[in-house]
């Protein structure tokens, strides 16, 4: 059974920090590129940032680019997401996802607001 399971969520003041965790099961994670995307109401799914398979290159959107890093440890299968400098826009459910580019798979998400 495929499962995505994300942790780190949270309220966090304006300028803070967060690390949300991504622990896949159920599928041979290294074989697997992983991205991160979030969403808001009314919005559609944004890709932010993601990673080779081998945690060689990662590739972010510019909204968070110079302010999170996304990271991976394939002996754990799990995929990271360290956001600094947080500001009221990044607000919104946190997802990653697994592309094996025959097939994909989703998290059930994690909520991060961002407000004082």
């Known amino acids: 059974q495929v499962q995505l399971v994300e942790s780190g969520g949270g309220l966090v003041q304006p300028g803070g920090s967060l690390r949300l965790s991504c622990a896949a099961s159920?599928?041979?994670?290294?074989?697997?590129?992983m991205s991160w995307y979030r969403q808001t109401p009314g919005k559609e799914r944004e890709l932010i940032a993601s990673?080779?398979?081998?945690?060689?290159?990662?590739n972010y959107a510019d909204s968070v680019k110079g302010r999170f890093t996304i990271s991976r440890t394939n002996a754990k299968s799990t995929v990271y997401l360290q956001m600094n400098s947080l500001k009221h826009e990044d607000t919104a459910v946190y997802y990653c996802?697994?592309?094996?580019?025959?097939?994909?798979?989703w998290g059930q998400g994690t909520q991060v607001t961002v407000s004082s």
């Open positions: 996802y697994a592309d094996s580019r025959w097939v994909g798979y």
């Open positions: 990673i080779t398979r081998a945690g060689g290159s990662t």
């Open positions: 159920g599928f041979t994670f290294s074989s697997y590129a």
